[in-house]
């Protein structure tokens, strides 16, 4: 096709060729375009592009001529950057699979950038990314949370709803060429209008939430509850490229959703707070059923409102753990509390999600809410503002009208309070049988150091301080390591053993440099070291699984790293190995603190010892697979 005065529209071959003579070195970005293909198995497949100030979608030949109008027809069409969606929708129009190419010129223009294809199931499940090299192919890479395609948002919105910065690539490698300039835009219209572009007219966003590290990854830049014109309510990602919205429709988990009360319910639980001169705070779907925390006008004493039908019946309520958490959320508990330095207020089981929600506290008094996955990863987090057990802290800490608190300790025995009144004893569920007000741990109390495996966690009562004995009774236990100081490394011998030194032969100089650390006492060159150990140990075990350039380590979250491992599946003893260094370091991150003391880097240099000995029975530095047997190491 040839556009009068404008010359030869260039193909998406004639773009990858040209691109590929650059090196990868594509020009700014001048235009964002998004090409959306939908198979729906309800209605018709469609596509098109979507442009800026265009409703509906452009056939290939419109766009072309749209591109034409603009200057950019020929090998100008590389510095339009191309978002190519093709999502397959279920029977009820949520995505079932999807696949987001990031391209230049047009939908079947060369792929740019990293990552430049991210392909998901569902509400991003099982994502795969993938970057684009210089001759256009496609190598699958690591996922890496600070690598997500959405740039850092250009102050269009608030909560989650900006777009990403526009005017550059967003991603990839780009030539210093002045951008053509885009239309400024309305972030909060541009969602509406990506919701009804996909929901259809009438659709209403009703709110909308932060998206969780995954989400982040695969570019979703805030998750909407929506409802539809026939009543039906819907979950959306909004995705930005430049200055487009897109929206997809998927089953996103809402977090912590306050459930709804009947009627009749409102109506018993209004006469209940009249009588008992109460105050509503939150409502929750726990594990025990429908609940409302309520607070005395007069003490401000907590009892749990919980209904059975339409009846209601009043218990007292103290904040506290459940005995059932798993394994791995009860570490996760400790590692914010030892290195985050949180105070953990209240937790429990959020019945909608099957996830753990936590209240905490920070020294300043800022309350959170988590939300935490049976494997312990913590999915979304966020200010909270509504509930009793923040805002008793709160008050205590500003030297409010503070809540009577008893000491830090076991719960108090039933004989400790006053008898609830006698038109409710019976009908009472007993949450925890004291009448005194919350015990809340501060996030100024000391820290106790942390252990290898924490203790078991006693319902509505504070944690013990850890101690490195008492075992976890269920799921894989971390591996068991001597410190340094109690096994002295033997003359002659290596450090971290034989199988280590024969296969990761490059991390000699940090092992034998990590340990001269620790005996001339210089405990925060040894954990350097020891981070440089793990950088080439990850590498390593990158490569083994497949992928191409492993991306580097260095400053990624633990808990991204290891979610990793457990999605694609990886061995349980090397999960279990760097589980243990991430609660053994101080940080959120894999880089080195500004202090560490000796037995702090003691701790650190056997976890990273056993790490690579486990990982040393699985690969070499190269990614080769080593097959030693478990009792390799000595």
């Not at 001339?520 to 497949?546: D, M, N, S, Y």
């Amino acid at each position: 096709m040839t556009t009068r005065g404008r010359g030869q529209v260039w193909t998406g071959a004639q773009l990858a060729a040209r691109l590929a003579e650059l090196r990868g070195l594509a020009p700014a970005v001048a235009q964002h375009v998004v090409h959306r293909a939908t198979t729906d198995p309800a209605a018709p497949a469609r596509s098109g592009y979507l442009v800026p100030g265009e409703a509906r979608r452009l056939t290939p030949s419109a766009f072309d001529f749209w591109l034409a109008r603009r200057g950019l027809a020929g090998v100008e069409r590389l510095a339009v950057s191309v978002l190519a969606i093709n999502e397959r929708l279920t029977a009820n129009g949520d995505i079932e699979a999807c696949e987001l190419d990031y391209r230049r010129g047009a939908v079947d223009g060369p792929h740019h950038g990293s990552p430049a294809r991210i392909t998901f199931t569902g509400p991003a499940r099982l994502a795969r990314f993938y970057q684009a090299v210089p001759d256009g192919a496609l190598i699958e890479i690591a996922p890496n949370p600070d690598a997500a395609p959405a740039a850092v948002p250009s102050g269009f919105g608030t909560s989650g709803f900006g777009p990403p910065g526009f005017g550059a690539s967003g991603h990839g490698a780009t030539a210093t060429v002045a951008p053509l300039a885009e239309p400024e835009i309305d972030a909060l219209a541009a969602m509406h209008a990506a919701v009804r572009s996909t929901c259809g007219e009438g659709a209403r966003i009703l709110d909308t939430r932060q998206p969780t590290v995954l989400e982040t990854m695969v570019g979703i830049a805030s998750v909407l509850h929506v409802a539809l014109l026939d009543a039906r309510e819907v979950q959306c990602g909004i995705v930005w490229h430049g200055p487009l919205a897109v929206a997809l429709q998927a089953d996103f988990p809402r977090f912590d959703v306050a459930p709804v009360l009947s009627a009749q319910q409102s109506a018993a639980l209004q006469a209940l707070l009249d009588a008992e001169g109460l105050v509503a705070c939150e409502t929750r779907q726990d594990e025990h059923g429908l609940a409302v925390v309520t607070r005395r006008r007069a003490s401000g004493e907590l009892l749990l409102a919980r209904f059975d039908g339409t009846a209601v019946a009043l218990s007292h309520y103290l904040p506290g753990r459940p005995d059932d958490v798993t394994r791995d959320q009860a570490l996760w508990l400790q590692y914010i509390e030892t290195f985050e330095g949180l105070g953990v207020l209240d937790a429990y089981h959020d019945a909608a999600s099957n996830g753990l929600v936590v209240l905490t506290a920070d020294a300043d008094g800022t309350i959170l809410r988590h939300h935490v996955d049976s494997e312990g990863i913590e999915a979304w987090r966020g200010p909270e503002t509504g509930s009793a057990v923040g805002m008793l802290h709160q008050e205590r800490i500003r030297g409010g009208v503070a809540p009577v608190a008893t000491p830090m300790g076991p719960t108090p025995s039933p004989a400790a309070g006053p008898e609830p009144s006698p038109d409710r004893a019976s009908d009472a569920v007993v949450d925890a049988p004291s009448a005194v007000s919350p015990t809340i741990a501060s996030p100024g109390d000391a820290l106790s150091p942390p252990a290898l495996s924490p203790p078991a966690l006693s319902p509505r009562a504070p944690p013990s301080p850890p101690t490195p004995s008492p075992p976890i009774p269920s799921g894989p236990t971390p591996p068991t390591v001597a410190s340094p100081s109690d096994s002295p490394p033997v003359l002659g011998q290596p450090p971290f053993g034989a199988a280590v030194e024969a296969n990761f032969p490059a991390s000699a100089y940090d092992i034998d440099e990590a340990t001269r650390c620790l005996l001339l006492r210089r405990p925060t060159a040894a954990v350097f070291h020891c981070q440089r150990i793990l950088e080439q140990g990850l590498h390593a075990h990158g490569l083994w699984r497949g992928v191409v350039e492993p991306p580097s380590p260095t400053g990624q979250r633990w808990r991204s790293m290891i979610a990793d491992l457990k999605h694609d599946e990886a061995d349980a003893d090397l999960i279990a190995a760097l589980d243990a260094v991430r609660r053994g370091w101080r940080g959120a991150r894999l880089e080195v603190g500004a202090k560490y003391t000796e037995e702090e880097a003691e701790r650190i240099v056997a976890l990273v010892a056993a790490f690579m000995r486990r990982l040393a029975e699985l690969c070499d530095e190269a990614g080769d697979p080593t097959g030693e047997p478990d009792d390799a190491a000595p």
